[in-house]
């Protein structure tokens, strides 16, 4: 029998989705979403974590003044990454009970993919800086844009082709 056809009843479609209130949804999003936020937010912490420690070590009054603007704007996208992706943490403490749960994983998941872009740009300038002092030459920003785009194509450019596909397909 074809996929899209419940048992018993050939040529009319399967119900799709779920069968769930909003509310449910919204919870189910929210669980999602929290899961989500926990994973991206370990490796921001310990990014974070390792950006602040680099101005206290021996090297660091050796490094060229490029090199300390490409470290102080790494610093500042970190936070602003760190920002983002707790962002959703804080929201949802202070509206919860407000019965706005709906509005407020809609809220946390445009902050989560905020979050999300600005780890890339985080990513993109703690690359930029570590290797232009590991492996000076012509080839840093190549390999710089070459791990970028692998980056973007693994976050944003499969899962895009992805909902594109299989929500268009009839």
């Known amino acids: 029998m074809p996929p899209n056809e419940p048992s018993g009843q050939p040529g009319r479609p399967a119900p799709t989705g779920r069968h769930e209130t909003e509310e449910e949804r919204a919870d189910r999003r929210w669980a999602e979403l929290l899961q989500e936020v926990r994973v991206a937010q370990t490796g921001v912490q310990i990014l974070f974590g390792f950006l602040l420690t680099v101005a206290f070590t021996p090297r660091f009054p050796t490094l060229s003044d490029t090199d300390r603007a490409i470290y102080v704007a790494t610093v500042l996208l970190g936070a602003a990454t760190t920002g983002a992706l707790v962002g959703p943490v804080s929201f949802h403490r202070l509206v919860?009970?407000?019965?706005?749960?709906?509005?407020?994983?809609?809220?946390?998941?445009?902050?989560?993919?905020?979050?999300?872009?600005?780890?890339?740009?985080?990513?993109?300038?703690?690359?930029?800086?570590?290797?232009?002092?590991?492996?000076?030459?012509?080839?840093?920003?190549?390999?710089?844009?070459?791990?970028?785009?692998?980056?973007?194509?693994?976050?944003?450019?499969?899962?895009?082709?992805?909902?594109?596909?299989?929500?268009?397909?009839?």
């Open 96 to 170: 919860t009970g407000r019965r706005i749960k709906p509005q407020t994983v809609t809220w946390a998941s445009r902050m989560t993919m905020v979050g999300v872009v600005l780890l890339l740009c985080t990513v993109t300038s703690s690359l930029l800086l570590i290797l232009r002092i590991a492996m000076p030459g012509t080839a840093v920003p190549w390999v710089v844009a070459v791990l970028v785009a692998w980056l973007v194509l693994c976050w944003f450019g499969l899962p895009l082709w992805a909902r594109h596909r299989y929500l268009t397909k009839k």
